[in-house]
């Protein structure tokens, strides 16, 4: 699997998509994310829309989410409608917004 990563001195005004990597965000992304996976690292920030099968965040997310699995660190600030199948929080973590945990999706 293929892996995208927006270093922290970098700012990208615009969507992303990849159908079967993931997506690093250390710097700043103004614009949609969609991928297999993506994380946003303590320092990183997103003001978009985040659509991917597991999210982890340590940084910063302003818009909103969909995704499988959540994990949210302890320096996370999400302002967000968020809606996931399962999701984790550490304690500190600050999300703001609608939360939707759906549970695991039998097939």
């Known amino acids: 699997m293929a892996s995208s990563v927006i270093e922290n001195d970098l700012k990208i005004d615009g969507n992303i998509t990849t159908t079967e990597g993931?997506?690093?965000v250390r710097g700043n992304v103004a614009g949609d994310i969609t991928a297999t996976s993506i994380a946003i690292q303590p320092g990183g920030a997103v003001n978009g829309k985040l659509s991917a099968k597991k999210i982890d965040i340590e940084g910063q997310l302003k818009g909103s989410l969909k995704c499988g699995e959540?994990?949210?660190?302890?320096t996370s600030t999400v302002q967000a409608d968020v809606v996931a199948e399962a999701m984790t929080t550490e304690s500190g973590a600050q999300?703001?917004?609608n939360v939707n945990v759906t549970g695991k999706q039998k097939n």
């Open 22 to 24: 993931s997506v690093d």
């Open 70 to 74: 959540l994990a949210l660190a302890s």
């Open 95 to 97: 999300v703001v917004g």
